[in-house]
């Protein structure tokens, strides 16, 4: 079994140990958070101060298992400093998760249970694709972008990098939704979102600035 290193406690953290152990592929040696308890058995080693020394006993794959809502800068900067010591980073798919063979998939990514990504799409770095979310065929979703539990992405729906999709939402097919944007959960997005903005509602409208 391969030895893995989390990154980030709390609730994504539980998702994401219960999914890694499903896969049975990941020996888990524990979780790198600046507070808290171990989770599920797993313990908490320390910071991420502590990944320099894990680096140097051998252990080379780690995975960001701090969650997403709104801005994902943490979680962006435990990737970079663990991919600079030279940490690589396993996708992390629910064996109930359905992944087309066309899709492609960047690294670094959470797919949860019963969730789908359909032929065509293309799934960037550290993107969450979360419980019982569906992408269609041929949707782009930039990294670090998280689409909520539920959330449903018709055909050909754009994601701009580090945006939030919330759970229960719906997009139209050939939608596009900017870059680091916030869309509020049970959304019906029918016309393109810009980058940087808040947007809620059925449906979908702009409230304000990020």
């Avoid at 888990?28 to 020394?53: K, N, S, T, Y």
């Avoid at 999709?165 to 393109?192: F, H, M, N, P, W």
């Amino acid at each position: 079994m391969t030895e893995l290193i989390m990154l980030g406690g709390g609730g994504h953290c539980k998702s994401v140990l219960d999914v890694a152990e499903a896969m049975r592929c990941f020996h888990i040696l524990g979780i790198l958070a600046p507070e808290g308890e171990g989770l599920f058995g797993v313990p908490r080693l320390g910071g991420d101060e502590f990944l320099p020394e894990l680096y140097a006993r051998g252990v080379r794959q780690a995975f960001v298992s701090l969650g997403s809502v709104g801005k994902p800068d943490r979680r962006q900067r435990l990737y970079e400093s663990a991919k600079a010591i030279g940490f690589a980073f396993p996708n992390i798919i629910d064996p109930g998760a359905a992944i087309s063979g066309y899709a492609e998939m960047g690294e670094g990514i959470f797919v949860g249970k019963n969730a789908v990504v359909n032929a065509g799409s293309v799934v960037g770095n550290l993107a969450i694709i979360n419980t019982g979310a569906i992408v269609e065929h041929d949707c782009q979703i930039g990294a670090l972008a998280h689409i909520s539990p539920g959330a449903v992405l018709c055909g050909n729906v754009s994601v701009g990098a580090k945006t939030h999709i919330g759970a229960g939402t719906v997009i139209l097919q050939g939608i596009k939704v900017g870059e680091a944007s916030l869309v509020g959960c049970a959304s019906a997005v029918l016309r393109d979102i810009p980058e940087h903005v808040k947007a809620y509602g059925n449906p979908c409208r702009t409230v304000g600035a990020i």
